[in-house]
């Protein structure tokens, strides 16, 4: 097991009163997962500036300064992002001295041996196959190739008896540890070819997200909406269901957009009756989301049946399609029949002090509930793990799923993942499942959930938040910026990780709402949802949207499609963000992003260097960015230009390029002794191949 020694180190943050005095100075974010108790106070220093060591790794942090008991956004600091309530979140850039640390691009292979380049001296190798380590003598260090060190490793002559196995090398100096190169076996060679590849390759894996009641109604005999006049349209029963979701698998629509991977919403029953209140509306919800589960083992009604789910499923699996679905382990319905038989196995409503126990995010975030009628599973109590575990287990062995994406992963106990994940391999012959999870918070706490052991990855809302803004176009959107936080993240995570990179979430506003211009930086955009209908008044949302798209289907990870971002539909913050799916009559507009996110789709399906290649930044400015996937052989160059104006760009390829070199989106380009020039149009992208 290798350990990787920190490259935290401390800084010095400071905050500047403006002359005023100030009683309290705090900072929560995402160095301390937004909880502000958890860093000492800024205390005064000589200069009149308020200040705290912190302990840190080179990346980006959002953050907001706590002062005197009010929280908002940093007054002094002027890179910021929206949180979509009314506010802003701060930026805080740590640098580093990451331009020294290794890179290693894969270069050749032959019938057992491989070759490697790195970049910059280093001191130690290591080699992984299966996570066992090489000895010394399958590594051989050669001469240098233009300042390059190459490295050759042997393959083991067991991984022939495997159709699937990997071989990991890292290297590492004073400065610290390089990107992972992740080398594809199939039965002991070079993985070449995309036909190679299956759904169950979690690495190639394009996921499209569905929120059931909002995709396709394919059966309009189970619709029940509740049509109350306390239940607001927006937030009763639309009617979609499982067997609209197997109508668009069996259209071939999900083929055509190269995805292989459906994330769907919580199937549970859930109540029949409405809950929850928002008074500035104000209205009751319906269960439509599928988050308040009644019952562990039925289907709501309103979306099918279990027989339709198992059908479903089956059809999913005709089209190499896996079906993940949404697993909520954290809280059920008060209704449901465990919380009245056995209270035991919850925790507290209340606090030892009174005080309601509810929406503590970080201060009790293993107890907390999210709502007075949504009681906490007490996974402190080893029953309730291993009923749970087995709960989900259940859908995996009666339905034939291929995973989970987990609700609210970092408000549940280590125990219920390690046991879960456990059982999973008990049953696969040692393999795991898919599992992703959904955690706010830094990347340390989000880490911490990725080992053999729990989970295969979770979403980098890091990342997204600062795509989001950039492609948007809303605050000061940054390329450079949103470079070092992808690398920031591949440094935790590693280059080729698991991570989810989500164009949209169901519990943000939409893409764009935001690029349109119909959302305004830094409004409430839940109430805007409320006030007003958000539209696309600039159409140029849709040119953003593409550059989105671009982006989370070029880079490492496991791209996350929010369904109807691939025609750019809009909406606010939930519940508008969660509007009924659009296959018809399609705009003009829609049709061609539709269009292009189905060849970027096809592009990341049918090419290893999409997948497995190693991320080199060849240039990058505030509005554009040039970028190669570099995978033995073959190379993927991604140029994207985020301005409103034409862009001439010339870049040094600074490896050999084998081969005839396409432009998949029609830009004429030049490529000479490995010097690129292009042109692109405004807010538009081209991927060389």
């Given at each position: 097991?290798?350990?990787?020694?920190?490259?935290?180190?401390?800084?010095?943050?400071?905050?500047?009163?403006?002359?005023e005095?100030?009683?309290?100075?705090?900072?929560?974010?995402?160095m301390?997962?937004?909880?502000?108790?958890a860093?000492?106070?800024?205390?005064?220093?000589?200069?009149?500036?308020?200040?705290?060591?912190?302990?840190?790794?080179?990346?980006?942090?959002?953050?907001?300064?706590?002062?005197?008991?009010?929280?908002n956004?940093d007054?002094?600091?002027?890179?910021?992002?929206?949180?979509?309530?009314g506010?802003?979140?701060?930026i805080?850039?740590?640098?580093?001295?990451?331009e020294?640390?290794?890179?290693?691009?894969?270069?050749?292979?032959?019938?057992n041996?491989?070759?490697?380049?790195?970049?910059n001296?280093?001191?130690?190798?290591?080699?992984?196959?299966?996570?066992?380590?090489?000895?010394?003598?399958f590594?051989?260090?050669?001469?240098?190739?233009q300042?390059?060190?190459?490295l050759?490793?042997?393959?083991?002559?067991?991984?022939?008896?495997?159709?699937?196995?990997?071989?990991?090398?890292?290297?590492?100096?004073?400065y610290?540890v390089?990107n992972?190169?992740?080398?594809?076996?199939?039965k002991?060679?070079?993985?070449?070819?995309a036909?190679?590849l299956t759904?169950?390759?979690n690495h190639?894996?394009i996921?499209?997200f569905?929120?059931?009641?909002?995709?396709?109604?394919g059966?309009?005999?189970?619709?029940?909406?509740?049509?109350?006049?306390?239940?607001?349209?927006?937030?009763?029963?639309?009617?979609?269901?499982?067997?609209?979701i197997?109508?668009?698998i069996?259209?071939?629509?999900?083929?055509?957009?190269?995805v292989?991977?459906?994330?769907?919403?919580?199937?549970?029953?859930n109540?029949?009756?409405?809950?929850?209140?928002?008074?500035?509306?104000?209205t009751?919800?319906?269960?439509?989301?599928?988050?308040?589960?009644?019952?562990?083992?039925?289907?709501?009604?309103?979306?099918?049946?279990?027989n339709?789910l198992?059908q479903?499923?089956k059809?999913?699996h005709?089209?190499?399609?896996?079906?993940?679905?949404?697993?909520?382990?954290?809280?059920?319905?008060e209704?449901?029949?465990?919380?009245?038989?056995?209270?035991?196995?919850?925790?507290?409503?209340?606090?030892p002090d009174?005080?309601?126990?509810?929406e503590k995010?970080?201060?009790?975030?293993?107890?907390?509930?999210?709502?007075t009628?949504?009681?906490?599973?007490?996974?402190?109590?080893?029953?309730?793990?291993?009923?749970?575990?087995?709960s989900?287990l259940?859908w995996?062995?009666?339905?034939?799923?291929?995973?989970?994406?987990?609700?609210?992963?970092?408000h549940?106990?280590n125990?219920?993942?390690?046991?879960?994940?456990y059982?999973?391999?008990?049953?696969?012959?040692g393999?795991?499942?898919?599992?992703?999870?959904?955690?706010?918070g830094s990347?340390?706490?989000i880490?911490?959930?990725?080992?053999?052991?729990m989970?295969?990855?979770?979403?980098?809302?890091?990342?997204?938040?600062?795509?989001?803004?950039?492609?948007?176009?809303v605050?000061?959107p940054?390329l450079?910026?949103?470079?070092?936080v992808l690398q920031?993240s591949f440094?935790?995570?590693g280059?080729?990780?698991?991570?989810?990179?989500i164009?949209?979430?169901?519990?943000?506003?939409?893409?764009?709402?935001?690029?349109s211009g119909?959302?305004?930086?830094?409004?409430?955009?839940?109430?805007a949802?409320?006030e007003?209908?958000?539209?696309?008044?600039?159409s140029?949302?849709?040119?953003?949207?593409?550059l989105?798209?671009?982006?989370?289907?070029?880079i490492?990870?496991?791209?996350?499609?929010?369904y109807g971002d691939?025609?750019?539909m809009?909406g606010?913050?939930?519940p508008?963000?969660?509007?009924?799916?659009?296959?018809?009559?399609?705009a003009d507009r829609?049709?061609?992003?539709?269009?292009?996110t189905?060849?970027l789709?096809?592009?990341?399906?049918?090419n290893?260097?999409?997948?497995?290649?190693?991320?080199?930044?060849?240039?990058n400015?505030?509005?554009?960015?040039i970028?190669?996937?570099?995978?033995?052989?073959?190379?993927?160059?991604v140029?994207i230009?985020?301005?409103?104006k034409a862009?001439?760009f010339?870049?040094?390829i600074?490896f050999?390029l084998k081969?005839?070199?396409?432009?998949?989106?029609?830009?004429?380009?030049?490529?000479?002794?490995?010097?690129?020039?292009?042109n692109?149009?405004?807010y538009?992208s081209?991927?060389?191949?």
């Amino acid at each position: 097991v290798p350990c990787r020694k920190s490259d935290k180190s401390p800084f010095t943050f400071t905050y500047n009163p403006q002359g005023e005095k100030l009683v309290r100075v705090q900072i929560a974010g995402q160095m301390n997962d937004w909880t502000a108790s958890a860093t000492p106070d800024l205390q005064l220093n000589r200069d009149g500036l308020y200040e705290v060591e912190l302990n840190l790794s080179p990346g980006n942090y959002l953050y907001q300064m706590l002062i005197d008991g009010e929280q908002n956004h940093d007054a002094n600091n002027p890179d910021k992002v929206d949180n979509g309530y009314g506010k802003f979140n701060s930026i805080l850039q740590v640098d580093g001295a990451t331009e020294q640390y290794p890179l290693i691009t894969t270069d050749n292979y032959s019938k057992n041996k491989i070759r490697l380049l790195v970049e910059n001296d280093f001191e130690e190798c290591f080699v992984y196959w299966q996570n066992y380590q090489l000895p010394a003598s399958f590594i051989k260090t050669k001469n240098k190739i233009q300042n390059l060190t190459q490295l050759e490793i042997t393959i083991p002559d067991e991984a022939k008896k495997l159709d699937r196995s990997f071989i990991r090398v890292w290297v590492s100096n004073k400065y610290g540890v390089s990107n992972d190169a992740l080398i594809a076996l199939e039965k002991g060679r070079v993985l070449e070819n995309a036909n190679q590849l299956t759904r169950k390759d979690n690495h190639a894996k394009i996921i499209y997200f569905i929120l059931a009641d909002r995709f396709k109604n394919g059966k309009t005999d189970n619709d029940s909406p509740m049509n109350r006049p306390d239940v607001h349209p927006k937030v009763d029963f639309f009617g979609g269901d499982i067997v609209g979701i197997e109508q668009v698998i069996e259209s071939g629509y999900f083929d055509k957009l190269g995805v292989n991977t459906l994330w769907i919403s919580p199937l549970n029953q859930n109540p029949e009756e409405p809950y929850a209140y928002l008074p500035s509306v104000p209205t009751k919800f319906a269960g439509y989301h599928g988050y308040w589960p009644i019952s562990m083992s039925k289907v709501d009604h309103r979306f099918g049946t279990n027989n339709e789910l198992k059908q479903m499923v089956k059809t999913a699996h005709k089209h190499e399609i896996n079906i993940l679905l949404d697993y909520v382990a954290h809280h059920l319905h008060e209704l449901h029949p465990l919380y009245k038989e056995h209270p035991e196995y919850f925790t507290s409503l209340y606090l030892p002090d009174g005080t309601m126990n509810t929406e503590k995010w970080d201060e009790h975030r293993l107890t907390t509930w999210f709502d007075t009628f949504m009681p906490t599973f007490d996974m402190f109590n080893p029953k309730v793990v291993e009923m749970m575990s087995d709960s989900a287990l259940f859908w995996i062995n009666e339905f034939g799923i291929d995973g989970f994406r987990h609700d609210a992963c970092k408000h549940v106990k280590n125990d219920f993942w390690r046991a879960l994940t456990y059982k999973i391999k008990q049953e696969n012959k040692g393999k795991n499942l898919y599992q992703i999870g959904e955690t706010y918070g830094s990347p340390d706490l989000i880490s911490s959930y990725l080992t053999t052991g729990m989970l295969d990855g979770q979403f980098d809302f890091n990342v997204y938040e600062d795509a989001n803004a950039s492609f948007a176009g809303v605050g000061e959107p940054s390329l450079v910026r949103l470079n070092k936080v992808l690398q920031g993240s591949f440094r935790t995570y590693g280059t080729h990780n698991l991570m989810g990179y989500i164009s949209g979430n169901h519990d943000k506003a939409r893409f764009m709402a935001l690029a349109s211009g119909d959302l305004e930086f830094g409004e409430d955009s839940k109430a805007a949802g409320w006030e007003r209908e958000i539209g696309i008044t600039d159409s140029i949302a849709y040119d953003k949207m593409a550059l989105m798209q671009t982006f989370i289907l070029t880079i490492p990870g496991v791209p996350v499609i929010f369904y109807g971002d691939e025609i750019g539909m809009t909406g606010a913050n939930d519940p508008d963000c969660r509007r009924m799916m659009k296959f018809e009559n399609l705009a003009d507009r829609e049709s061609k992003l539709l269009a292009k996110t189905s060849i970027l789709g096809q592009l990341r399906k049918n090419n290893p260097v999409l997948i497995y290649g190693d991320f080199i930044n060849l240039q990058n400015e505030a509005e554009s960015w040039i970028y190669a996937l570099k995978y033995f052989d073959k190379t993927a160059i991604v140029i994207i230009n985020n301005s409103n104006k034409a862009k001439d760009f010339e870049v040094d390829i600074p490896f050999s390029l084998k081969g005839k070199v396409k432009a998949n989106f029609g830009n004429n380009f030049s490529l000479k002794n490995n010097h690129l020039k292009i042109n692109l149009p405004p807010y538009s992208s081209e991927v060389l191949l």
